[in-house]
């Protein structure tokens, strides 16, 4: 079966900062996409970025990026400048080949000014 | 272009009765999805639709749950006889066919509440 961990449960971090927050994931599966979505407080699940297990160039997208390590079973994602309105829950997210989102539990980012 | 929409988006019911929530997706998208999310925890899986067929159901769907895409736009999923452990927020995504079809939208969500 598919899992996926992220062993942060929280983090914090000063205003401009970089962050990385992890994920690993466990597939017998060659082809499939990961995504970081984020949940800020009262509000609704937004994609950050997404990513491709067949492509080898890691996911950017303006001040996010991903590490992904397919052999390892990796995906961390980080974040550079961060901003306050990076604050929020951030979920990784593993897609099965029938289109059902395998999510972890999430790591609560706080960016504190 | 609108994005998902749910309602509504609040429902406090006392234990034992039914509940429906709505969802309308993203327009011309054929994939529609429900997942629950309890405080504190990722959304969990319960089922998907492509146009108005259901083809996927989670274990989690025990039989008091019911969903429906009856003409392949708007969804319903219904809970009878609601027990307090279903108290948790239902989230709908939807995604395109085609090119980006591996990419979900979500909505706000409905959180339901039973006493």
């Known amino acids: 079966a598919q899992t996926v961990t992220q062993s942060q449960p929280e983090m914090s971090v000063q205003e401009a900062e970089t962050v990385t927050l992890s994920c690993t994931y466990d597939?017998?599966?060659?082809?499939?996409?990961l995504f970081w979505y984020k949940q800020p407080p009262s509000r609704q699940m937004i994609l950050v970025i997404r990513q491709e297990a067949y492509k080898q160039q890691n996911a950017t997208e303006n001040r996010f990026s991903v590490n992904f390590q397919k052999a390892a079973k990796s995906f961390s994602l980080k974040i550079s400048d961060s901003q306050l309105g990076d604050t929020a829950m951030y979920f990784c997210a593993f897609m099965k080949p029938n289109y059902q989102l395998i999510w972890g539990a999430g790591t609560k980012l706080i960016i504190k000014p | 272009d609108t994005g998902v929409s749910q309602n509504p988006r609040h429902k406090i019911t006392k234990r034992g009765q039914n509940v429906t929530f709505r969802c309308d997706p993203i327009?011309?998208?054929?994939?529609l999805y429900w997942y629950r999310q309890t405080l504190g925890q990722g959304p969990e899986f319960l089922t998907y639709?492509?146009?108005?067929?259901?083809?996927?159901k989670s274990r989690l769907l025990s039989d008091r749950f019911s969903a429906e895409r009856p003409k392949g736009s708007f969804s319903t999923l219904e809970i009878q006889r609601t027990e307090q452990g279903d108290s948790a927020m239902y989230l709908c995504?939807?995604?395109?066919?085609?090119?980006?079809?591996?990419?979900?939208?979500f909505g706000p969500g409905t959180r339901l509440l039973v006493l």
């Open positions: 597939t017998s599966e060659n082809n499939y996409y």
């Open positions: 995504a939807s995604s395109p066919k085609g090119r980006g079809s591996e990419t979900q939208y």
């Open positions: 327009s011309e998208h054929n994939r």
């Open positions: 639709f492509q146009n108005e067929a259901q083809l996927e």
